[in-house]
């Protein structure tokens, strides 16, 4: 028997298929404080829990019979996931079951902004009858533009069609093809901002989209543009978007997601064409049903046939294993992050050659940790290791895994080659005896560079003074440089600097490198990942089919 312990409110309906199956008894528990939970928690094999329960890494400390943390929701910010994955415990969630509550949201939103809905009724309930103040504009005919185009962008896309809406589309792997299929305009950025009388953000937040919808991107809008945000707090700088809708060029907008929540910032919650709610997009019965009973199924599965499909976290290969692997998964995961920063674009096609030592081994979660690191720069943690072939087929990319015994000079070597139409990039790793992880090989040039959190990729012409020249550049910003490594296939050619950095690079930087005469492009690179990959206790034994 495998006792499930439930500590938040969560559906019966959707706790049904465990409280019927017979290998599983499941005890509630109101939300217990800490030392209470302590207590109790090492008797239970698996924990279910919303958002109030906080799974820290002290109450894990007491959890040695614990095999699987449930959210019965999408996010697991309340759950300290490496502390899970150091323990062996596989975390998993239910990231597909609020899609038609956060779809049907933002519909809400978007008609509310449009007919001045809460405003009216506001004023209404007070008992002024106003109907000159709430002229509203229609959705027939109108431009959506829809930034980000997964599964909740889709059928935001797919419902708003419905009203006679016109659809541009961006996303960093939406095709010509899907989108025409779809009816609707593969767009840019830009021309979202040109045409666009509603705009809607679908996407996660990462660093490329914090703030992707600011000043300058909003001096770009039509006149009278509508904003809707039911996504993730932070992808609308909210201090411009008031600037803008004060000075009468946005028109209004929509938000259920805010940069600091609960909020509390009187410029959001007075302002008249500013409509707000307190993060509702999943907060229907339905999905509440929905996404616990996609955990409570996805727990007997796990208990029963071994079969993982929404984890987090990843089970942990033997012990043997690891030792030998664990240096090349966290290299794996860097390059991955690093050759998609080099393409500065969503790539069509993948491939990874390993050489030497590494062709006798068994790489396929070396593989799923570098298309994790590739796919994390544009769909941030919604992928992980369990999903990420899975992803990858959704997303239309193609990939090819060769094992080549030429050692190509190292005893153990890795490259990983990403595309999109004629543009690729380029890295070439290996770990060193004694030395550690290196990345040898960035696009055409050869280098010897430790992998570090702040990186600084330049192409140059191989002339006289230029290093010396960056060097000060770098100093008058006051930027420390850790190391330096440069690389060329010719003299006087153009020729590769790496430099690794104790903190980022802005953009002004960028520009001021750029107008250095020979210097012909800088670009900042980052990792977010430069300590260990730590998987979790038990070996994987089966993926679901994808």
């Not at 060029?249 to 940069?259: C, R, S």
């Not at 005896?433 to 280098?447: L, Q, S």
């Not at 560079?449 to 002339?463: A, S, W």
């Amino acid at each position: 028997m495998y006792k499930v312990l439930v500590t938040d409110g969560i559906s019966d309906t959707g706790l049904k298929s465990l409280f019927d199956h017979p290998h599983f008894v499941v005890e509630r528990q109101p939300t217990l404080p800490l030392e209470e939970l302590k207590i109790i928690i090492g008797n239970y094999d698996a924990l279910i829990v919303r958002s109030q329960t906080k799974v820290t890494e002290e109450l894990l400390e007491s959890a040695d019979q614990l095999r699987v943390i449930a959210r019965a929701g999408v996010g697991v910010d309340n759950i300290d996931v490496n502390a899970a994955t150091r323990k062996g415990i596989i975390v998993i969630n239910a990231p597909g079951a609020n899609t038609i509550a956060a779809t049907e949201h933002t519909l809400a939103m978007m008609l509310s902004l449009a007919r001045k809905i809460p405003q009216a009724y506001e004023k209404t309930k007070a008992g002024i009858w106003d109907r000159n103040s709430f002229k509203g504009v229609e959705l027939y005919k109108k431009t959506l533009g829809v930034i980000g185009m997964g599964k909740i962008g889709t059928e935001v896309a797919k419902r708003a069609k419905s009203f006679g809406m016109n659809i541009l589309a961006f996303d960093p792997y939406l095709t010509e093809e899907r989108a025409k299929k779809s009816g609707m305009t593969k767009a840019s950025l830009d021309l979202i901002a040109r045409e666009s009388d509603f705009i809607t953000v679908h996407t996660p937040l990462t660093n490329d989209t914090k703030g992707l919808i600011n000043d300058d991107y909003l001096s770009k809008t039509k006149k009278g543009v509508r904003f809707v945000n039911c996504a993730r707090g932070g992808i609308i700088d909210e201090k411009a978007l008031v600037r803008a809708i004060q000075s009468g060029h946005v028109a209004g907008a929509a938000l259920d997601v805010f940069e600091k929540e609960p909020v509390a910032d009187p410029e959001l919650l007075q302002n008249p064409n500013i409509i707000v709610t307190p993060h509702l997009g999943a907060s229907t019965v339905e999905a509440q049903e929905k996404v616990a009973q996609e955990v409570s199924a996805e727990i007997i599965e796990i208990f029963e046939s071994q079969s993982i499909t929404n984890a987090v976290n990843m089970p942990q290969m033997s012990g043997e294993v690891q030792q030998k692997m664990q240096p090349y998964l966290l290299l794996g995961e860097q390059i991955g992050q690093l050759v998609i920063q080099l393409l500065k674009q969503a790539p069509s096609k993948i491939e990874i050659n390993y050489h030497g030592d590494l062709v006798e081994e068994d790489t396929e979660l070396l593989t799923r940790v570098m298309i994790k690191g590739i796919l994390s720069h544009h769909l941030s943690d919604s992928v992980n290791l369990i999903n990420a072939f899975h992803l990858l087929k959704e997303q239309g990319v193609s990939y090819n895994v060769q094992n080549i015994p030429h050692n190509k000079g190292f005893a153990n070597y890795m490259e990983l080659t990403v595309s999109q139409g004629t543009e690729s990039a380029t890295i070439g790793a290996t770990v060193l005896n004694g030395y550690g992880a290196r990345i040898v090989k960035m696009n055409h040039y050869r280098i010897d560079v430790k992998p570090e959190k702040h990186l600084l990729y330049i192409l140059h012409q191989d002339m006289p003074g230029m290093i010396g020249k960056v060097g000060s550049l770098l100093g008058d910003y006051q930027i420390n440089i850790g190391t330096m490594q440069v690389g060329r296939t010719m003299v006087g050619g153009e020729a590769v600097m790496v430099l690794t950095l104790d903190k980022k690079v802005n953009a002004e930087v960028i520009q001021a490198l750029t107008s250095i005469n020979g210097l012909n492009a800088a670009q900042f690179l980052e990792l977010s990942n430069v300590d260990t990959f730590v998987p979790g206790r038990q070996e994987l034994q089966k993926v679901e089919s994808i």
